[in-house]
């Protein structure tokens, strides 16, 4: 099962440290017994910030989970290379036989090829649609491409053996690698089949991608005429090639990911030959990780993925010598503050977190926490204060917006709104949940309320 477990004597250490200067939040995952050899890493992060990854003390490896809300705990299944949907579904990417966990505790797993042979899962979407590599055969492997509806199944692309990402809808990525240093990047419709190599648009010997958004834009490098670059690709407006980062060439950046507003992370050498996890914006360009807030000694080279409310995870290690390596989650500013105004319920105080930078193109995240399992409610959201009493507690928004929602079992609940509009500077958003709950003054419990302000 997936459950999530508090295993007290080997839960990794938590250190966040936030930046008073930058509003920046950097949590490094340290394994608990401290040896030299003891190592962590981040695999995943989910659109909306939850993050697995792995610990390594003294020999044996858990997978851990992580939102803000939470922080990190185990989990009791170990999944190496594990990747996470929005649902807390998770895979172990690359093992076989490929298995999806879901998060209810059940298991489905990928079914061979003509019934024969070994599978093997490097990523999935919310409505379960899975991507791999099958092998029916004892000697070759191909594409594998598996649905609740539809099942397992190939896609003929020659010399492709695997896909390693899909998106939201049925676009996935591969690289057709048939000898050692070759390669083409491709991206493929799943469900028709039709694909498009990289090489062929830029003309080039050799291409590679990493990953694809939602939208269908795709991150990656290639050796084209123009030399050796790292690229976004869009359907429509085409290629856009990045920057070198700090003063390094432009040769040695390397995207990992790229989330839908078509931000890119990943790791590039700078002008002083280290190698420094970066971001790079469309509007912004290409920025050093390292270079955003003090880090208090620990150097983050890789970035491996972006949440859709801009957290980023990765790879570091301390000090100014390379040194055994951990995973971190760095948290963007927020432009959140509580404003309090919780009412205890069956649970105690209900709690919310609030997520996304209110830019343009951005998601909006409300996250509740410690309330009746399985109650009804609302999400009340507001462009002003209230502050007026309620059920014996203060509903603090005016009620702009009445939103229901629902406790699952853990009495968890999450909002989210995607693409956000521009908003002018100084714009407010008042928010707080409000649940029927027989234990509260009057029958009803609240989360404290938030105030989110437009940068």
């Not at 030299?36 to 020999?59: F, H, K, N, Q």
């Not at 980023?312 to 390379?322: A, M, R, V």
């Amino acid at each position: 099962m997936l459950t999530a477990t508090f295993l007290a004597l080997l839960l990794p250490t938590c250190l966040p440290a936030a930046s008073p200067q930058s509003g920046y939040r950097l949590t490094v995952i340290e394994p608990n017994g401290g040896s030299p050899l003891s190592e962590s890493a981040c695999s995943d992060i989910s659109d909306w910030g939850r993050a697995v990854g792995r610990t390594l003390e003294a020999g044996a490896v858990q997978t851990f989970e992580w939102t803000a809300a939470t922080g990190v705990r185990l989990l009791a299944t170990n999944l190496p290379g594990s990747r996470v949907n929005n649902l807390g579904d998770m895979i172990a990417g690359g093992r076989t036989p490929g298995v999806i966990y879901r998060a209810d505790g059940s298991t489905i797993t990928i079914p061979p090829l003509n019934g024969a042979g070994d599978t093997a899962l490097f990523d999935f979407n919310d409505a379960l649609t899975a991507v791999g590599w099958a092998n029916n055969t004892g000697t070759t492997s191909g594409i594998l491409v598996w649905d609740p509806v539809l099942g397992s199944r190939s896609i003929y692309i020659p010399a492709a053996s695997f896909l390693y990402r899909v998106n939201a809808g049925h676009a996935a990525i591969g690289n057709i690698q048939p000898t050692t240093g070759a390669s083409d990047g491709f991206v493929v419709d799943v469900l028709s089949g039709a694909w498009t190599s990289f090489n062929g648009l830029l003309g080039g010997p050799w291409s590679e991608v990493v990953d694809v958004n939602d939208l269908g834009m795709v991150t990656g490098a290639a050796s084209h005429a123009a030399g050796h670059e790292a690229f976004v690709w869009h359907p429509v407006s085409g290629f856009t090639f990045l920057p070198g980062l700090d003063g390094g060439p432009a040769a040695y950046v390397r995207p990992r990911a790229i989330d839908n507003a078509g931000r890119v992370v990943g790791s590039a050498l700078t002008g002083a030959t280290e190698n420094h996890a970066f971001l790079w914006d469309p509007a912004t360009g290409m920025v050093d990780l390292n270079d955003l807030f003090d880090t208090g000694g620990f150097q983050m080279t890789w970035a491996s993925d972006i949440s859709e409310t801009g957290v980023i995870i990765g790879q570091g290690f301390h000090g100014t010598t390379w040194g055994p390596s951990r995973g971190y989650i760095l948290e963007p500013p927020a432009p959140w503050t509580d404003l309090g105004h919780a009412l205890a319920g069956s649970n105690g105080l209900p709690s919310m977190l609030g997520a996304g930078s209110l830019i343009a193109g951005t998601t909006l995240t409300l996250e509740l926490s410690n309330a009746r399992a399985r109650a009804s409610g609302a999400w009340i959201i507001g462009f002003a204060p209230l502050l007026r009493p309620f059920h014996g507690g203060t509903l603090v928004p005016r009620a702009d917006h009445r939103i229901p929602l629902q406790t699952d079992a853990d009495g968890r609940a999450l909002f989210v709104q995607a693409g956000l509009p521009q908003l002018p500077s100084g714009f407010r958003i008042y928010a707080q949940a409000w649940l029927n709950d027989p234990a509260g003054i009057q029958g009803a419990a609240a989360s404290n309320a938030l105030l989110a302000t437009a940068p």
